[in-house]
Structure formats: C-alpha cells, structure tokens
C-alpha cells in the first residue's frame, strides 16, 4: 500500500504525539495548512504540509537557542 497522501487529523495527532484538539487548535491559527473537505465539515493535511510544519518548528528551536547563547553572559563575539 502506497504511503496517502492527505493524512486525518487523528493520524497528525498521533505522529506528533499530541491530542486531536491541538492539531484543531494548529489548523485554527493557521501554524499547520489544512484543506477543509467541502459539505463535510472534516480536515485533511497534506503529508508535504506536515513535514514542512515540523521543519519549520526545528528552525525556530534551532533561532531560539542561537539568541539563547547569544543572550549568554559566557558568549564571545
């Protein structure tokens, strides 16, 4: 079976670890793109979109941490 390529929300919630009402609350704010299924109400992320949502997360962790060391009173410039 090949890999989909729209995933449900539950199937988000539970490759980040996290409860359906997050990934809502994701889609809501517009953190995670999701494309709503006309007339039924229901949501799908694209696997590219999940991927792009998670890499995006890394580099935000990764410019916090540099302005964290950066910020350090042991930093040299």
């Given at each position: 079976?090949?890999?989909?390529?729209?995933?449900?929300?539950?199937?988000?919630?539970?490759?980040?670890n996290v409860s359906v009402s997050q990934v809502k609350a994701l889609v809501r704010r517009h953190d995670l793109r999701?494309?709503?299924?006309?007339?039924?109400?229901?949501?799908r992320v694209e696997v590219t979109?999940?991927?792009a949502f998670i890499a995006r997360l890394y580099a935000e962790e990764a410019r916090q941490a540099d302005q964290a060391n950066a910020d350090s009173p042991n930093h040299v410039t």
């Open positions: 079976m090949s890999t989909p390529r729209f995933l449900k929300l539950e199937d988000v919630a539970e490759i980040l999701a494309v709503r299924i006309p007339d039924k109400g229901i949501y979109e999940l991927e």
